[in-house]
Every structure is written in structure tokens, then in C-alpha cells.
């Protein structure tokens, strides 16, 4: 009888230690955490584009732009920087007064961008490595 409850004691141990060096959920977690090192990118200089409001008269945004990636794609954003660029300036020149006018408006923009980013890459280079489109700073006139 001590010899099977000692056997059950190293068993334990043993299930115990396996657990802990490495098939923990929370080791998983981390490395998953470590795989996806996200990265900020601003972009230079801020953007000024001009826009159509009411009646055709043309107004103006004045946005600085960050966008978030991860470590591992940056490097496709740095390397097609005019396209991203070109993408940013044709869809903001699109928008109309209510689509740049109060905090909702801005938000959609934003996602929007990101869309539009995302879209002008994938043509290019295949891939959608913009996580986020974010604003600085964002001025109309």
C-alpha cells in the first residue's frame, strides 16, 4: 500500500512538472503575445488634401497619420510607402463634409482608410499589413 501511494505521489509530481514547463494555456498566450510585436508607423510629412463641401466649394483636412502594423510586416509598408501614400490622398480627397464632420463621422474615415490602404497593398503586394489607421491630429476647414 505505501509503495502504490508513493507511486501516485511521483506520477503526480511528474504530471505537475510537465504542466508547468510549458504546457500551460498561459504559455501559449504569451507566445502568441510575443509573435505579434505591433509596430507604429508615422507617416511624413502630415497630409493635406482638399475635399468637396456644400454647394462645390472646395475645403480642406489637415491630418497627421500613424498606422499600425506588426513587426513582421512593416517592412512592406515602409517599402511601398508612395502607394500608401497615394491611397491616404485619394480617399481622403473623396470624402464629403459629412463624412469628416464630428467624432462618429471620423471613426468611420478611419476604419474606412484602413480599408483603402489595405486594398491599394493587396493589389501591389499581395498582402494587408495595416492593422489600424490612426489620427493624430484631424482639422477641417
Do not use: W
Not at 500500500?1 to 509530481?13: I, T
Not at 502630415?46 to 498606422?67: A, E, P, Q
Request: one cysteine or more.
Amino acid at each position: 500500500m505505501h509503495c502504490l501511494l508513493n507511486g501516485k505521489k511521483h506520477l503526480l509530481l511528474i504530471l505537475t512538472c510537465l504542466f508547468t514547463l510549458g504546457l500551460s494555456p498561459s504559455s501559449y498566450a504569451e507566445d502568441e503575445a510575443a509573435a505579434v510585436t505591433p509596430v507604429y508607423i508615422e507617416l511624413e510629412p502630415d497630409f493635406i488634401v482638399n475635399y468637396s463641401s456644400t454647394g462645390g466649394r472646395l475645403s480642406y483636412i489637415k491630418t497627421k497619420i500613424s498606422l499600425r502594423s506588426d513587426s513582421s510586416r512593416e517592412g512592406v509598408i515602409l517599402a511601398n510607402m508612395p502607394i500608401v501614400r497615394d491611397a491616404l490622398v485619394m480617399f481622403l480627397s473623396s470624402r464629403e463634409k459629412e463624412q469628416v464632420t464630428g467624432a462618429i463621422a471620423r471613426e468611420e474615415t478611419r476604419a474606412a482608410a484602413k480599408v483603402a490602404v489595405n486594398e491599394a497593398l493587396k493589389e501591389e503586394t499581395g498582402t494587408e499589413p495595416v492593422m489600424d489607421v490612426l489620427f493624430a491630429s484631424f482639422v477641417t476647414q
